[in-house]
């Protein structure tokens, strides 16, 4: 959380200069499957909102911005891109009723040392049935395996079903250093 915070002011830069690729992959998968006016919108660890205001060019409204982070939370709610703001942890049960969301999206949240996989049947409750789970995890690694497991789990329970997902792409093609870093972005239907 101290990382976080002391980063939230210069966390966009930070990230775009590596030539950041999660907020373009992720956006046109939502876009391709979350119809605009379908409902409610949860950017679930949104961080300081560049999903937000990457769906909101796209023409998406009535989003909620999530994250554990204060610092961040006051980055994202000076977009003006959420109706609402809310401080979430992942870990615990969130104060949001069943079937609240039409769509989720979750981005850059599920990696190593963020977000446990068992957060997945938490959202899975917060969606409306037809809703749309929209997912980054890590590609490379042996984390990748226990978010794919944990998300297959759901959609062999019949809580959810897979529509669709990226090959594993380069997040920082910019950076040498973290030329390694892969993800996938996959999106759900709630069942």
Known sequence: MERYARWARDYD??????GYQLPPVVAGLF??????GAGAVLDIGCGTGLIGLALKAL??????????SEAMLSVAASRG?????VKADL???LD??????FSIVASGVFTQGHAPASAFAELARLLARGGRFVV???????HADVYRAAADDLAAQGVWRLLDHSEPYVVFPLS???????????VYEKL
């Open 176 to 186: 040498e250093e973290d030329a390694g870093v892969l993800n996938v972005v996959s």
């Open 13 to 18: 830069r930070d990230v775009m200069v590596l």
């Open 31 to 36: 876009g391709r499957h979350v119809p605009k």
């Open 59 to 68: 023409g998406y409204g009535g989003m909620t911005g999530a994250d554990l």
């Open 81 to 85: 891109c959420y109706d609402a703001t």
């Open 136 to 142: 980054t995890w890590r590609a490379d690694g042996d």
């Open 96 to 101: 949001f009723p069943d079937g609240s969301f």
């Open 91 to 93: 870990a615990q049960p």
